[in-house]
């Protein structure tokens, strides 16, 4: 049991970290197209883009949400009948994040929608 929960945080810091990295230094250029395409994709972490031929631009939120969840319930499901603050705080705050990009994504079609298109 102690090399699996080891194996997991390993797995999970490495993954966070670099999602974290994601979310905190964005990409300007892709930054600058997701500004600019206007559909957004309910399937995929990102927004479509047009530019790219139909492909997915990422979101750095969605994708660290979905970390932080994901390494939650793994720990959560490794612990079994023992309680995991870890797992639990980590399941909660990424769903926090994934309500931040859901709303960070609705405000950016609601600025193009109602201010960048009428001009």
Same mark, same amino acid.
């Given at each position: 049991? /102690?090399?699996?929960? &080891? %194996? #997991?945080?390993?797995? /999970?810091e490495v993954e966070l970290s670099d999602k974290t990295r994601d979310y905190l230094y !964005?990409? !300007? &250029? #892709?930054? @600058?197209?997701?500004? &600019? %395409?206007k559909g957004i994709s309910t399937l995929g972490v990102g927004v479509t883009s047009k530019a790219l031929g139909g492909g997915i631009l990422p979101l750095p939120e969605k @994708? /660290?949400?979905?970390?932080?969840?994901? *390494? *939650?319930k793994k720990m959560i499901d490794l612990y079994g009948n023992e309680p995991c603050p870890y797992g639990e705080s980590l399941a909660a705050t990424g769903e926090a994040m994934n309500q931040l990009g859901d709303m960070r994504t609705s405000m950016e079609d609601n600025v193009t929608q109602n201010f960048l298109c009428p001009l």
């Amino acid at each position: 049991r /102690l090399e699996k929960s &080891t %194996d #997991v945080y390993i797995d /999970l810091e490495v993954e966070l970290s670099d999602k974290t990295r994601d979310y905190l230094y !964005p990409n !300007p &250029t #892709v930054r @600058a197209k997701m500004i &600019t %395409d206007k559909g957004i994709s309910t399937l995929g972490v990102g927004v479509t883009s047009k530019a790219l031929g139909g492909g997915i631009l990422p979101l750095p939120e969605k @994708a /660290l949400s979905e970390s932080m969840e994901k *390494g *939650g319930k793994k720990m959560i499901d490794l612990y079994g009948n023992e309680p995991c603050p870890y797992g639990e705080s980590l399941a909660a705050t990424g769903e926090a994040m994934n309500q931040l990009g859901d709303m960070r994504t609705s405000m950016e079609d609601n600025v193009t929608q109602n201010f960048l298109c009428p001009l």
